[in-house]
């Protein structure tokens, strides 16, 4: 064939492409890359560019240092290098024997001062092929760019026409490339990798061997990762044709790229370390602040923009750069555009970050300024037109007053909401007290004052929308779910009048760039939940577990029965959750209003205490006071510790659950939340924003669960529609579906046991670790994949692969639910997962492979002796598996209509399911009485049941006006009365001990 579909072919075009746009091609060889090995410098061009444009310094050095002079300075700039890093060295100059070097000079904001240009023009930019870079080996990279002799990007370029791609990039980053080796070694040389092929890219800032973390650097495809196709070109030549042109390099050096500094925390909030990061911006981020810039510069002062950018997008830094950016901007008479660029956020990491970035950037103090003081200390920042003002929403109406007094001045107000419930802030309206309503009441109640909750959204347009249309204001706002009002306000109109916005990152791109987690991926109605667990349970061929049963034996689930639905959720916990992110998984349990939330803190506590479980504590978050029975809560008291310390002792390892009612439901970020138990009708984009509190990633979390009581699955994907094209929310799941696959798999005759057998052994070893084992997984696996390649048509080979990705997402799915042991059914998973990754992949085939979590919930178990005894991690058991038979099942819980159609076939009577809950509550009204408490908790049971029949009628006459037909019939028939007053006493005493 005659094309050249080589990888040399591809480094060409794009060296072609750098050479044509004012790169100089050079060849590092010789004496020149001997020096590079030794320095990681391009000396001779380094000392080009000194020469060509600060001759007189470098003679003044050669006085100083004589016919040594290039030693010595190659000496001092490698020194400065290693203490500051290169960026900091390009941007503030070194200085040897008080003489000011600069390495390099960006490009003048105007044409104004000529002899800037001049110096500017004669930056020396380079590109070298295949460069050798060390002394202890004979490895090569394919691409090098250099600025002054100064390496700042390094490529490693595959051509799918190879059959390598961007993967195999990344694997020689990783696997090949020492960090220790002084072009690597983090901030001293180069600033960001980049891992290439012909359709992706990828980058990082930070070698580390395996630990390596590459970021997409990709457009993004039709709302989705990647990148679109490119006419006459390669997807990814925007890299070569846009980024790293040279102007923009220059642009990203000396105005993106900075170093984030953070503090590192132990479990008990300790500093234990700091870590050092070098943020280069993302696609996504150098895109939306140049284009917004550009706009700006082209059409002045007075327009608005709208920026949907999802969470995991990195808004902080985008917010951050922007600002920072219009404040330089100055317009044709050279004059600032903007008097002063105000944000306004929530977010107090937005603070630091700000000023850290600007402070790298710029060199000088003092230009943002934090209002965190009053009104007068915001009006003093305005009027004295300091640079950047940081603010919070409550003082947005003052800024716009303040704005629009001072006539003459220009503002760029930059409005950050997605985190405007950051801390749990509710609204007045929420922190009223709530006194002794029914939990029903209780719902109604805080429904109806959340429904008049103004959002951040709103009460920004109303200030808005009061102030009129101010010219001399320009509105930058950043959201990931705007609603349609925001759109009009913020949007920017297209030829038909229609607002959009004017840029978008959207979630679905960031869920599959895996910046997010996909909430709905394991979202899971009751229903569903229910019939997934009752089946496990119900079928002889999985054997039983305490948790499945547990969860089945809930025939049907009463609405409010608080009890229940805890001894679910936390069962649910115990035996999958918290085995999640290397058993730190947390999750929240979201209630229907303050009352609901005080009734499970206590129902989670008295469940807890009863079972003895000491692995297992809850937080509760909601605001302001709640009576019940008698007794006021707070948020604090209940917690024992201050509202604000909240988030970070939820954090630590000593809380696992919180329960929350209207708090944490927005712009709450804690990575470690993998589980949510939803109690509360949720839509639009409430629901949204609940749900999205699971979609933060860390390491080791590869998925979440949603375990929904009240709302249906359409609706929630209805929800979730208008941010996000393709959301698919799994169904009902059968678990017997599994046999199905298994058959299908095993009818394909691309593997036999003794294989699954041979990789089984590898996996539970404990050796797998090991190149050995790495050596003979391949060699197992190639027997199947031989196979797949050489018997099988392409039909059975699509339909084989998508029966295994099938078979481990259903299992996936079932292990959520509650643990089963199918031995066959877990090797054959385990096998699936390595096998799926070495059959050769068909273009936009997508495989569902398992996360580590799930491969490891069964790791101890002596899969290959006759006697199997499972262990799941922490500590729980199953019952061994070896006899073919679960242990002896639990008695169920008899269903509410059967027990409905008894009483009224014994009694005569006409109840309904809402009469069982008046049952229930007058039940929880005894509970809750203290002097019952203490008759219960000071007597034997027989004593005390004198006392309990004594006052059963003064409480149901309490309740009387509740329901006066059930209440009358109790009344009026007295085997009725005895009947239900038996049948009460037990769970009315436990509850009183409890």
Known sequence: MGIDTTEKGFEANIESSLTMSGFIPRTLTGPVSDAFKETAIDVDILFQFLEATQPKALERLEKVYKEQYKAKIVERLTRELDRRGVIDCLRHDIKDYGVTLKLAYNKPPSTMNQMLQDLYSKNIFTVSRQVYYSKKNNNSLDMVLFLNGLPIVVMELKNQLTSQNVEHSKKQFMNDRDPRELLFQFKKRAVVFFAVDTDEVYMTTQLNKEKTFFLPFNKGNDGGRGNPIAYNDYRTSYLWKDVLQKDSLLDILFRFVFIKKEDLQDSTGEIVDKRETVIFPR?????????????????????????????????????AWLAHRLSKLHNEANEPLYTSIIVITDRRVLDKQLQDAVYQLEHK??????????????????????????????????????????????????????????????????????????????????????????????????????????????????????????????????????????????????????????????????????????????????????????????????????????????????????????????????????????????????????????????????????????????????????????????????????????????????????????????????????????????????????????????????????YYETTGIESVTDPNLLYDLQNELDGCQVYNGEEINQVCELEFSGKKKSDKAQEKLNAILDHAVDRFNKELTDEVKEDFKGAATKFIRTYSFVLQIGPFADIDLHKLYVYLNYLLKKLPRTEGSRIYLADDVALEYYRNEKVFEGSISLEVQGGAELPPVSHGKGSKPEEETEKLSSIIDRLNERFGTEFTETDLLNKEQLALDMIHNEELVQKAQNNTKENFKFSYEKVFMDFVISRYSKNEDFFMKILENPDLKEYIMTDMFEEVYEGLRQ
Do not use: C, W
């Open 365 to 722: 103090a003092g230009l943002v300024e934090r209002i965190d003081t009053d009104s007068e200390q915001l009006a003093k920042a305005i009027s004295g037109g300091t640079r950047i003002i940081i603010t919070t929403l409550q003082k947005f109406p003052f800024i716009i007053d303040k704005v629009g007094a001072f006539a003459r001045g220009t503002y760029g107000i930059i409005i950050d909401e997605a985190h405007s419930s950051q801390g749990g802030k509710a609204s007045t309206s929420l922190t009223n007290v709530l006194s002794n309503k029914t939990l029903e009441e209780a719902l109604e109640e805080d429904r109806v004052a959340e429904e008049a909750v103004e959002d951040t959204e709103e009460k920004i347009l109303e200030t808005i929308a009061k102030s009129g249309k101010q010219d001399n204001i320009s509105y930058f706002a950043f959201t990931a779910t705007p609603k349609q009002k925001t759109i009009e306000r913020f949007g920017t109109s297209d030829e038909s009048g229609k607002p959009h916005p004017f840029h978008l990152y959207s979630m679905r791109q960031a869920i599959e760039e895996g910046f997010i987690l996909d909430v709905l991926n394991n979202y899971t109605t009751y229903q569903t939940f229910y019939k997934v667990a009752k089946s496990i349970e119900d079928d002889p061929e999985f054997a039983k577990s305490k948790a499945t049963k547990e969860i089945a034996r809930f025939v049907s689930l009463h609405p409010h029965n608080i009890s229940q639905k805890t001894e679910i959720i936390i069962e649910h916990y115990r035996q999958v959750t918290r085995h999640k992110i290397g058993g730190r998984a947390k999750a929240m349990v979201v209630t229907s209003s303050r009352l609901h939330a005080v009734r499970y803190k206590q129902a989670f506590d008295r469940y807890i205490m009863a079972k003895g479980y000491t692995d297992l504590n809850t937080l509760v978050a909601f605001s302001g006071m709640v009576e019940d029975g008698g007794l006021s809560f707070t948020e604090p008291e209940l917690n024992q510790f201050g509202e604000k310390e909240l988030p970070e002792k939820f954090h630590s390892d000593e809380y696992q659950v919180l329960i929350v009612a209207e708090k944490y439901q927005t712009g709450f970020d804690e990575p470690l939340l993998h589980t949510m138990y939803v109690d509360k009708p949720l839509s639009g984009i409430k629901a949204v924003q609940t749900l999205s509190r699971l979609n933060r990633t860390t390491r080791g979390k590869n998925d979440t669960f949603v375990l929904d009581f009240v709302n249906d699955a359409e609706d929630i994907q209805a929800a979730f529609q208008n």
């Open 283 to 319: 696609y996504h981020q150098l895109d939306v602040v140049r284009k917004i810039e550009a706009d700006v510069a082209e059409k002045g002062v007075g327009m608005n923009y709208l920026a949907m950018h999802s969470a995991g997008s990195g808004k902080t830094n985008s917010i």
